[in-house]
């Protein structure tokens, strides 16, 4: 594998100015009649980060923020509208729509974990062969050997030699998440992209998979998008951690510095939300309104009509996010000083 | 403390299936004061829902209560006839479910749907009870409630929607709500507000509410007490601070350990090994003892009762005494 032979710190994925719109259906008979123009929506605009080998960037932001096709767009799910994917050193999209032979070698440094244990994993196939696919696939291995590989894979996520002749209805969702794992390390990728792996699981069962994630993660050194809802969660797994609203990143920071000094009111106010079990109980910080519809997104930030510190600017002018050190912040109010 | 508004005694919840008969709720018993909030936590499948849904006289069929008694203020309701219950279910005991789509119906603006219930359950005129319906909105802050009042279900977010059903809930002024997953299906930040507006509008009423969740973090600044459940039973009940920082069951305190918290600095989670037994081969003795570090012969033999252990009520032969605080 080149991801092994390659430096600790390398990047070994990229988004550059990534975008992604869709188009919303617009009736034909509005179309032709009303002259309705067919709109777009915007759902990841302008988003750049990198991840290198070994380290976990967690991605968290409320449903409908564009987490998900974020994490689609980087193993190639998506197509961009604007700006490109690179997954080691290749523009992931370009190198899909190339050649065979590369674009097979690009898939196999690449994978994904689903949120949904049950609906990812083929109810007619026992788990040894959903497991043996991608390395048949991919010609990783001869036919004779997959089978001492699948083995040797399902060991490392905890599971037994004999679950090799089951089928995914005779597993608990944990296990399932397992086998989702097992699958996408079977072609020995250098990136994964976990899209909340653990939000279907119950809290003991979901101890279990994120130790699992951090224990592989760290093993084979994966770079890796850890997307979720859940903060709580992302603490625990990622290096790094972006804050997510209505498509573009807000903030983007150290873990370390994003839970400690959060800088962004969106990052303040998520972080406020959370309930903490051991943490004194003052009571929640309450929350002024709700995500808006990102089909007419706020002008300026996004965020100005839920924010305390919104002014004139930021009803009126969109914030780049900046740099300030190993932290970068899109916000006015921080960077002029106000907060 | 005064008498108890709901009392469950030795609940048992069957269901007959072709393979024979589960047991799915086995010897379930707790109060609920009037004004309490009651937390019932626990993993998927292990009885919580069922709980509620037997309360509320809505058990899905083949489901059956197969004995022990519910008594809300002192009468039984468990063998109410259907009718019966109907009217006591919305005038006394309001639900607030998971999924807000659900509990509204779609064809029908939020308006009408409010009207309705508040007259089946009030001797309100139309217009009363239009000024009413305002009202609860009012209190459940629904920004414009009066614009809102035409609206469809469909024209509203996640967070606004329950809102409504809360609003539905507290239409005829019930003494009890059970709450199913309110905040479930919602962002965090929504989730926050829900949860503020239940616990100010239940407060204001001296309503109780049995808030099922499988979300410590909300149980922990929302309850007064909380019931945890395991494999169809309550393996541990008592005070909330009390059972979240000195649990007394080694399945409450493992529960415990593998929330992730943001107040803690460790770098690896607690976890419990293995995983909810299921209905078909719930494990002899205590259900827990296959997964639990504690686990004796006694344990795999017989079965405890809850009995006192400090300020918490556990089901175990051999409670974690002397706990730290967490």
């Known amino acids: 594998m080149s991801a092994a032979a390659a430096e600790p710190g390398t990047v070994v994925a990229q988004a550059r100015d990534l975008g992604r719109s869709f188009a919303l259906h617009t009736p034909r008979t509005d179309r032709l009649l009303s002259g309705v123009a067919p709109r ?168 279990q998979v994120l130790n699992l994630l951090l224990d592989v993660q760290r093993e084979r050194a994966l770079a890796c998008l ?29 873990k370390a510095e994003l839970f400690g000094a959060p800088r962004h009111p969106y990052t303040r106010m998520l972080l406020a939300a959370v309930p903490d079990l051991r943490g004194p109980q003052p009571g929640r910080a309450p929350v002024l309104g709700e995500v808006p519809v990102p089909l007419v997104p706020p002008p300026g930030c996004a965020f100005h009509p839920r924010c305390p510190h919104a002014n004139e600017r930021c009803r009126s002018e969109r914030p780049e996010l900046l740099a300030e050190g190993a932290v970068q912040v899109a916000c006015h109010a921080v960077q002029e000083g106000r907060i | 403390m005064s008498a108890p508004l709901l009392e469950v005694r030795d609940l048992c919840v069957d269901f007959p299936t072709r393979h024979g008969t589960l047991r799915a709720l086995d010897g379930v018993s707790f109060d609920i004061a009037a004004g309490e909030i009651l937390g019932v936590v626990g993993e998927s499948g292990a009885g919580k829902s069922l709980t509620g849904a037997a309360i509320i006289g809505l058990l899905e069929p083949p489901g059956r209560i197969c004995g022990g008694q519910i008594l809300f203020d002192g ?9 019966a219950m109907r009217l006591l279910r919305g005038k006394q005991i309001g639900a607030i479910f998971q999924d807000p789509l659900t509990s509204l119906n779609p064809l029908v603006p939020i308006g009408d749907q409010l009207v309705e219930t508040l007259r089946t359950h009030l001797p309100l005129s139309a217009a009363q009870a ?63 507000q829900i949860i503020r507006l239940l616990r100010e509008v239940t407060q204001a009423r001296g309503a109780s ?36 920082e000195r649990p007394a069951h080694p399945y409450t305190a493992g529960l415990m350990a593998a929330v992730p918290s943001l107040s803690d600095a460790g770098a690896r989670l607690a976890q419990i090994p293995g995983a909810l037994p299921r209905l078909g081969d719930i494990p002899s003795g205590c259900a827990f003892h296959p997964r639990c570090p504690k686990a004796s012969p006694r344990c795999v033999a017989e079965r405890p009762e809850l009995a006192l ?13 002397a706990g730290p605080a967490a």
Not at chain 2, 222 to 241: L, N
């Open chain 1, 40 to 207: 777009r929506i915007q759902a990841v605009e302008d988003v750049s980060f990198t991840i290198s080998r070994g380290r976990t960037l967690g991605l968290v932001g409320e449903s409908g923020c564009g987490k998900s096709t974020l994490g689609r767009l980087m193993v190639g799910l998506e197509t961009p509208t604007a700006g490109s994917a690179w997954v080691g050193g290749l523009d992931v999209h370009a190198t899909l729509a190339g050649p065979a032979g590369a674009a097979r070698a690009l898939r196999q440094r690449m994978q994904m974990i689903f949120q949904d244990p049950y609906a990812s994993l083929d109810p007619r196939w026992r788990v040894g062969d959903i497991v043996a696919e991608p390395l048949l696939e991919q010609g990783v291995v001869a036919p004779a050997q997959a089978p001492e590989r699948v083995a040797a894979l399902l060991a490392s996520v905890g599971l037994e030699g004999v679950d090799v002749r089951k089928f995914p209805h005779q597993f608990s969702g944990g296990q399932r998440q397992r086998i989702s794992i097992a699958r996408a390390l079977a072609t020995s990728p250098a990136f994964l992209v976990c899209d909340e792996p653990t939000s279907a699981l119950d809290v003991s069962v979901q101890a």
């Open chain 2, 75 to 83: 009468r039984r309701i468990d063998d109410l006839p259907r009718e």
């Open chain 1, 226 to 254: 850890f997307i979720s809802h859940n903060l709580v969660v992302v603490r625990y797994v990622a290096d790094d951690v972006a804050v997510m609203y209505l498509g573009r990143l807000v903030e983007l920071a150290p």
């Open chain 2, 309 to 321: 252990v400090r300020r918490t009520r556990a089901a175990c032969w051999w409670p974690i005494v």
């Open chain 2, 209 to 244: 509410v049995m808030l099922i969740t499988h979300d410590m973090g909300i149980v922990a600044e929302t309850c007064d007490r909380v019931a945890v459940m395991y494999a169809g039973r309550i393996v541990e009940i008592g005070p909330v601070r009390e059972l979240i």
């Open chain 2, 130 to 192: 239009r000024e009413r319906a305002l009202e609860l909105l009012r209190q459940t802050g629904l920004p414009a409630p009066e614009a809102r009042l035409s609206q469809y279900p469909h024209e509203f977010s996640g967070g606004m929607r329950q809102r409504v059903v809360i609003a539905l809930a507290l239409a005829g002024e019930p003494r009890l709500i059970v709450a199913d997953e309110p905040t479930t299906a919602l962002d965090v930040a929504t989730q926050a």
